[in-house]
């Protein structure tokens, strides 16, 4: 069942593409020996029985009546990709796009927390943009990170997504460099979180009735609110990232967290564990054109 959630005069909608990947704990955090008696080893965390950490691959809409933004990417499908959870994907992205009933050309902004393989791909299918008159929001220390020796050497591991679904995009003239906190459309702001990659961001949503923080690739399992101090494999600056984590979970105390991998419904509150955000929580297909009639 496919749920979104209600900020009043605002909609977050998770587009996802895969909401069971299961990793290896130590794969994603080296030396990470999960503890079986903590809440982060229970469902939806953690899979018992393939001893695995479980994790959302997942992107979101911010709709309101007269804006529409999309906040990252995933995967994309039938991209060419070396992990194999990655490679040649069915289209389960834009499908779930289509079934909110808008259409690609309605899309006003497309924001790019950072510029990771599971982040950016849907915004392009064969090397050509997907939403047409959307500029695609990126801090430029990101895309220069990437563009340069050291990011091209950590892409190997994946293959090179920035040809074929970055670079497309700054062609076609809509790749726009912004700052990391700049304000994107009306009800939208990035917060600058630098450390998983050097031009990491997250981004605050502020509706009539709630706000929430889009805390992308800042912590990614529920183990890091046990352990902000755990970075993973994958983060450019390990050290950093644990900086931001803690000033998140410390700074945001109270505030609404959803963090891009965690399992749905993935948007919650630090206390003790991690309360899932029943408050918030609408479950059924989001429709933008009825939501927008009865709003
Ligand atoms: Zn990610």
Redesign the pocket.
């Known amino acids: 069942m496919p749920h979104w959630f209600d900020l009043g005069d605002v909609a977050v909608v998770p587009l996802i593409e895969d909401d069971r990947l299961l990793i290896e704990p130590g794969e994603f955090f080296p030396g990470l020996e999960p503890d079986l008696a903590d809440w982060y080893t229970r469902e939806p965390w953690f899979d018992r029985a393939a001893g695995k950490l479980v994790f959302a691959i997942q992107s979101f809409l911010v709709c309101s009546a007269d804006e529409v933004l999309v906040v990252d990417a995933c995967v994309g499908a039938g991209k060419d990709r070396r992990r194999a959870e990655f490679d040649q994907l069915p289209d389960r992205w834009m499908r779930q796009f289509l079934a909110t009933g808008l259409r690609p050309a309605e899309v006003d902004a497309v924001v790019f927390t950072h510029l ?1 393989a ?2 950016v791909g849907a915004a392009t299918v064969r090397r050509e943009p997907v939403f047409p008159h959307a500029p695609h929001l990126v801090v430029e220390e990101e895309f220069r990170y990437w563009s340069s020796e050291a990011g091209a050497a950590a892409m190997r591991r994946t293959g090179d997504y920035l040809a074929d679904s970055v670079l497309p995009i700054e062609q076609a003239g809509q790749l726009s460099f912004v700052a990391p906190d700049a304000a994107v459309g009306k009800h939208a702001e990035l917060v600058p979180a630098a450390g998983h990659t050097p031009g990491n961001v997250c981004v605050r949503v502020r509706g009539s009735a709630g706000t929430l923080l889009l805390a992308g ?1 800042t912590m990614h399992h529920g183990v890091q609110i046990r352990h902000p101090e755990l970075s993973t494999r994958y983060c450019v600056d390990p050290g950093k990232a644990a900086e931001v984590r803690s000033r998140i979970l410390e700074g945001e105390r109270g505030s609404v967290l959803l963090p ?2 965690f399992p749905a419904p993935s948007a919650g509150r630090v206390r003790g564990g991690f309360e899932f955000a029943a408050d918030l929580i609408q479950t059924g297909q989001f429709r933008w054109r009825e939501w927008r009639r009865a709003s």
């Open positions: 990771h599971d982040h690739d891009t991998h």
